[in-house]
């Protein structure tokens, strides 16, 4: 059981193996797939998270530029306020002005806040730097309306903060793959600056127009911003697309900013020939005031454009994200579809081999483990190696029931190939095996006769004999015969023969302890210790006696020849007899007498090892047969066999002494013993004889007493 147990267990072994192949066949397509999705789900979802990002500095910049507008038109009115002298009529329009900024201001702080904590780097820098700008407005307006600050430096101050502002617009197209989103960036920087630009004009010309007259350094940044101004425009028609171009021509090249080119066109004509700037128009007193308003025209058409780009922008933005959104779930919504697909489909062709090399496991261990030693047994158990009559092996070996035309089903064929041979090999062996034991019988019982007829030639001799010595020298012949014949009889053992003969009458133990010793050398060694409280039943008596004939022979042979062999017995208080042979000889190691306890308690088929340990067959096969217990126990020096007769084999002591046994026929044992003893042989030390004077020991030269009831009398 453990054997198979073992088998099972390495094809079970085997089996996760292929599994483990099988699984790794269908991680690697699916690893694959679930890389190449997740790349790509990542990497949609990365985009959607930079779209996102630009959809909200989108929203951000949209927010600075109603901030810059309205900041632009703060610095301007203040600075035109300061050069009027600071008018109390003219501060409540300023405070107008810096409420709107207030208003647009509360916004920016919002959105940069929100941006500020989720984008690091130098845009979160350019964020920080920008609402801290915003903190200085609060000194600078109470600088501008507590008269001590100047036009030109209220309008620096103020254009600081305006700077830093719309150094947000460029980071808006940075990072971004799109090209329609990244241009659109870029004309809303250009027009955004260009509007800065144009605002500045207005808010130097507003003072240069109070004072009547150009400082240089007021007009080298005039000129300054209206370079600027042209540039912007150049850059923004470059990236601007032909929609965009239109628009904006149709919103601020037209109508009222023919008006304020003019007026920016004589104030420079007049600054450069030195005539007076006043009197631009002869019905308007007021110049700055007309130039005010006209190019305050001008800027509020460019903020309409600014605002549109800014919500195209924003609207471009989020349509990205949402598409690169939708394009991570169709690809996750791909990837678990094809792995599904590809568990489904990796699943059914591991399937289609596990099973059927479950199958084939099972059937092929069912073969090893119960058809094929089932058959083996059968064909041991027949007299002629044939199971019922049948020719044909094919009969016996029955397919494996994996029928398919794969390499599965070809294994298993040959797996029935190999069945087969194992078949016809087994009923050959079987063949051979009843050819050698016929041999082995027809020459046990050959010689068996030869001995018989050889032991009533001797039996008749000795009963005319008066000589003493003539006898004792008969009754050796006698005795050698007598263990001629066991020696003949263990073929019949090998040979697997049943006995013909069965002794009728229960015969004492000590009768059957002294027919045993009748069939050893060396018997004068022995001395006897056995009580007849009991008798063995009469089928099982020769049987005994050969048993104890074996143990008692290995005793002698692996003892010192100066050391005594003692056979006792007693009675077991659960039932039966315990009979017992010790020896002083030298003994087995632990290993070998736990292989020889197992074999006595479950004796093998004879094999090659019997012609070593033929006394262990013998011994284990006629226990096996009789339900007798045998078991080796080592002493202090050598060791002790016991014999436990079981309690069905034994029978009340007849009231008168039993006839004596007849001399042994020529019998049909089914098991043999060997020719030797069956202890592994060793140099045997010399020790100095111990002898019990009150055992019955037989005399020297003489068999003992019962030599003859152990024959047919």
Same mark, same amino acid.
């Given at each position: 059981? &453990?054997?198979?147990?073992?088998?099972?267990?390495?094809?079970?072994?085997?089996? @996760?193996?292929?599994?483990?192949?099988?699984? /790794?066949?269908?991680?690697?397509?699916?690893?694959?797939?679930?890389?190449?999705?997740?790349?790509?789900?990542?990497?949609?979802?990365?985009?959607?998270?930079?779209?996102?990002?630009?959809?909200?500095?989108?929203? $951000?910049?949209?927010?600075?530029?109603?901030?810059?507008?309205?900041?632009?038109?703060?610095?301007?009115?203040?600075?035109?306020?300061?050069?009027?002298?600071?008018?109390?009529?003219?501060?409540?329009?300023?405070?107008?002005?810096?409420?709107?900024?207030?208003?647009?201001?509360?916004?920016?702080?919002?959105?940069?806040?929100?941006?500020?904590?989720?984008?690091?780097?130098?845009?979160?820098?350019?964020?920080?730097?920008? $609402?801290?700008?915003?903190?200085?407005?609060?000194?600078?307006?109470?600088?501008?309306?507590?008269?001590?600050?100047?036009?030109?430096?209220?309008?620096?101050?103020? &254009?600081?903060?305006?700077?830093?502002?719309?150094? $947000?617009?460029?980071?808006?197209?940075?990072? &971004?793959?799109?090209?329609?989103?990244?241009?659109?960036?870029?004309?809303?920087?250009?027009?955004?600056?260009?509007?800065?630009?144009?605002?500045?004009?207005?808010?130097? *010309?507003?003072?240069?127009?109070?004072?009547?007259?150009?400082?240089?350094?007021?007009?080298?940044?005039?000129?300054?911003?209206?370079?600027?101004?042209?540039?912007?425009?150049?850059?923004?028609?470059?990236?601007?697309?032909?929609?965009?171009?239109?628009?904006? =021509?149709?919103?601020?090249?037209?109508?009222?900013?023919?008006?304020?080119?003019?007026?920016?066109?004589?104030?420079?004509?007049?600054?450069?020939?030195? #005539?007076?700037? %006043?009197?631009? =128009?002869?019905?308007?007193?007021?110049?700055?005031?007309? @130039?005010?308003?006209?190019?305050?025209?001008?800027? =509020?058409?460019?903020?309409?454009?600014?605002?549109?780009?800014?919500?195209?922008?924003?609207?471009?933005?989020?349509?990205?994200?949402?598409?690169?959104?939708?394009?991570?779930? *169709?690809?996750?919504?791909?990837?678990?579809?094809?792995?599904?697909?590809?568990?489904?489909?990796?699943?059914?062709?591991?399937?289609?081999?596990?099973?059927?090399?479950?199958?084939?496991?099972?059937? /092929? *261990?069912?073969?090893?483990?119960?058809?094929?030693?089932?058959?083996?047994?059968?064909?041991?158990?027949?007299?002629?190696?044939?199971?019922?009559?049948?020719?044909?092996? #094919?009969?016996?070996?029955?397919?494996?029931?994996?029928?398919?035309?794969?390499?599965?089903?070809?294994?298993?064929?040959?797996?029935?190939?190999?069945?087969?041979?194992?078949?016809?090999?087994?009923?050959?062996?079987?063949?051979?095996?009843?050819?050698?034991?016929?041999?082995?019988?027809?020459?046990?019982?050959?010689?068996?006769?030869?001995?018989?007829?050889?032991?009533?030639?001797?039996?008749?001799?000795?009963?005319?004999? %008066?000589?003493?010595?003539?006898?004792?020298?008969?009754?050796?012949?006698?005795?050698?015969?007598?263990?001629?014949?066991?020696?003949?009889?263990?073929?019949?053992?090998?040979?697997?023969?049943?006995?013909?003969?069965? @002794?009728?009458?229960?015969?004492?133990?000590?009768?059957?302890?002294?027919? #045993?010793?009748?069939?050893?050398?060396?018997?004068?060694?022995?001395?006897?210790?056995?009580?007849?409280?009991? /008798?063995?039943?009469?089928?099982?008596?020769?049987?005994?006696?050969?048993?104890?004939?074996?143990?008692?022979?290995?005793?002698?042979?692996?003892?010192?020849?100066?050391?005594?062999?003692?056979?006792?017995?007693?009675?077991?208080?659960?039932?039966?007899?315990?009979?017992?042979?010790?020896?002083?000889?030298?003994?087995?190691?632990?290993?070998?007498?736990?292989?020889?306890?197992?074999?006595?308690?479950?004796?093998?088929?004879?094999?090659?090892?019997?012609?070593?340990?033929?006394?262990?067959?013998?011994?284990?096969?006629?226990?096996?047969?009789?339900?007798?217990?045998?078991?080796?126990?080592?002493?202090?020096?050598?060791?002790?066999?016991?014999?436990?007769?079981?309690?069905?084999? $034994? #029978?009340?002591?007849?009231?008168?002494?039993?006839?004596?046994?007849?001399?042994?026929?020529?019998?049909? @044992?089914?098991?043999?013993?060997?020719?030797?003893?069956?202890?592994?042989?060793?140099?045997?030390?010399?020790? &100095?004889? %111990?002898?019990?004077?009150?055992?019955?020991?037989?005399?020297?030269?003489?068999?003992?007493?019962?030599?003859?009831?152990? %024959?047919?009398?």
């Amino acid at each position: 059981m &453990s054997t198979q147990k073992t088998r099972d267990g390495g094809f079970r072994l085997r089996n @996760w193996r292929v599994r483990s192949r099988l699984i /790794a066949l269908i991680l690697v397509p699916t690893a694959a797939a679930v890389l190449l999705g997740g790349v790509q789900v990542f990497g949609s979802v990365r985009a959607a998270a930079e779209y996102q990002r630009v959809n909200d500095l989108a929203r $951000l910049s949209d927010h600075i530029g109603a901030l810059t507008h309205e900041l632009a038109g703060e610095r301007d009115r203040t600075a035109w306020f300061i050069a009027l002298g600071r008018p109390e009529r003219g501060e409540q329009g300023v405070r107008d002005r810096m409420n709107a900024v207030d208003r647009a201001a509360v916004r920016v702080r919002e959105s940069g806040a929100l941006l500020r904590d989720a984008i690091g780097g130098r845009t979160g820098d350019e964020i920080e730097a920008a $609402l801290a700008r915003l903190e200085d407005l609060a000194q600078l307006r109470r600088q501008a309306l507590e008269e001590t600050l100047l036009p030109d430096a209220a309008i620096d101050a103020y &254009s600081l903060v305006i700077a830093d502002l719309l150094s $947000l617009h460029d980071e808006l197209g940075k990072g &971004s793959s799109d090209d329609l989103l990244f241009g659109r960036s870029l004309t809303l920087d250009a027009l955004a600056r260009a509007k800065e630009s144009l605002s500045l004009q207005r808010g130097l *010309l507003s003072v240069v127009l109070v004072a009547g007259r150009f400082e240089q350094e007021q007009m080298e940044r005039f000129l300054g911003a209206l370079a600027s101004e042209q540039s912007e425009r150049r850059a923004f028609a470059a990236e601007a697309g032909v929609a965009e171009r239109r628009f904006f =021509d149709e919103a601020v090249n037209g109508g009222g900013t023919d008006r304020s080119g003019f007026l920016r066109e004589l104030v420079l004509l007049r600054a450069a020939s030195g #005539a007076p700037l %006043r009197g631009l =128009d002869l019905a308007e007193k007021d110049d700055a005031g007309q @130039w005010y308003e006209a190019v305050s025209a001008t800027i =509020d058409r460019m903020r309409t454009v600014e605002e549109r780009h800014a919500r195209q922008i924003v609207a471009r933005s989020g349509e990205l994200g949402d598409a690169e959104r939708n394009r991570a779930l *169709l690809a996750a919504g791909s990837v678990a579809g094809l792995l599904l697909a590809v568990l489904l489909i990796t699943s059914g062709v591991a399937r289609s081999l596990v099973r059927p090399l479950r199958r084939l496991r099972r059937e /092929a *261990l069912e073969v090893a483990g119960e058809r094929l030693p089932q058959y083996v047994q059968r064909v041991r158990e027949s007299r002629d190696g044939e199971i019922g009559g049948l020719g044909d092996i #094919a009969a016996e070996v029955p397919p494996i029931g994996v029928l398919s035309r794969d390499e599965i089903g070809e294994v298993a064929r040959a797996f029935d190939e190999v069945h087969r041979e194992a078949v016809r090999l087994a009923g050959d062996e079987a063949k051979l095996r009843h050819t050698v034991n016929a041999m082995f019988v027809n020459l046990s019982r050959r010689s068996q006769t030869l001995v018989e007829r050889q032991l009533t030639l001797v039996e008749r001799l000795e009963r005319g004999e %008066r000589d003493d010595r003539r006898l004792a020298d008969l009754f050796k012949l006698d005795h050698l015969a007598t263990r001629m014949r066991r020696n003949s009889e263990n073929l019949l053992v090998l040979a697997g023969q049943e006995v013909a003969r069965r @002794w009728r009458n229960p015969v004492e133990v000590m009768d059957v302890v002294r027919a #045993a010793l009748s069939e050893v050398e060396n018997y004068d060694r022995v001395v006897t210790r056995v009580q007849s409280e009991v /008798a063995v039943a009469g089928p099982a008596v020769s049987d005994v006696v050969h048993l104890l004939a074996e143990l008692v022979e290995n005793a002698l042979s692996f003892s010192p020849g100066e050391t005594e062999v003692v056979v006792s017995s007693s009675r077991i208080d659960g039932g039966g007899v315990m009979i017992s042979v010790t020896d002083q000889g030298i003994g087995m190691t632990a290993d070998e007498l736990a292989e020889v306890n197992r074999r006595l308690a479950d004796p093998q088929p004879a094999d090659a090892s019997v012609a070593r340990r033929m006394g262990l067959f013998v011994v284990g096969r006629l226990a096996l047969k009789h339900g007798i217990r045998v078991r080796l126990r080592p002493q202090e020096s050598g060791l002790t066999a016991m014999v436990l007769l079981p309690e069905d084999l $034994l #029978a009340p002591c007849p009231a008168r002494p039993p006839p004596r046994p007849p001399r042994r026929p020529r019998s049909t @044992w089914r098991r043999a013993a060997p020719s030797r003893p069956f202890r592994p042989s060793r140099p045997v030390p010399r020790r &100095s004889p %111990r002898r019990d004077r009150t055992g019955d020991r037989p005399a020297p030269g003489r068999p003992p007493p019962c030599r003859r009831p152990c %024959r047919r009398g």
